[in-house]
Nanobody, 119 residues
Framework: QVQLVESGGGLVQPGGSLRLSCAVS????????LGWYRQAPQKQRELIAAISNGGSTNYADSVKGRFTISRDNAKNTVSLQMNSMKPEDTAVYSC?????????????WGQGTQVTVSS
């Protein structure tokens, strides 16, 4: 079973930066999609950034131009660089992985890390 462990959350002031990392328990070379979800209090979980194993990226409009997702196949990690942060970025951020094994699509989420943007 693939496990994802996030790190790097914490408290940051508005306008500041934070970098999240997610360690994957197996080689990510064959993992089709890696991404980051977030869930704010009393809101639905939303996918904010994703990267394919070919390097293509997609972002939610709310973070486009401020957040950057990257993957390191050698280290089996996926990261999220967050710049120009806003109070509305406050949420629990979870790493996500999706891969195909034969005819089965598998997906898994990490337990999440809290990010709080406040002065």
């Amino acid at each position: 079973q693939v496990q994802l462990v996030e790190s790097g959350g914490g408290l940051v002031q508005p306008g500041g930066s934070l970098r999240l990392s997610c360690a994957v328990s197996r080689s990510i070379f064959s993992i089709n999609i890696l991404g980051w979800y977030r869930q704010a209090p009393q809101k639905q979980r939303e996918l904010i950034a994703a990267i394919s194993n070919g390097g293509s990226t997609n972002y939610a409009d709310s973070v486009k131009g401020r957040f950057t997702i990257s993957r390191d196949n050698a280290k089996n990690t996926v990261s999220l660089q967050m710049n120009s942060m806003k109070p509305e970025d406050t949420a629990v951020y979870s790493c996500y992985a999706e891969w195909v094994d034969g005819l089965t699509t598998n997906n898994v989420w990490g337990q999440g890390t809290q990010v709080t943007v406040s002065s």
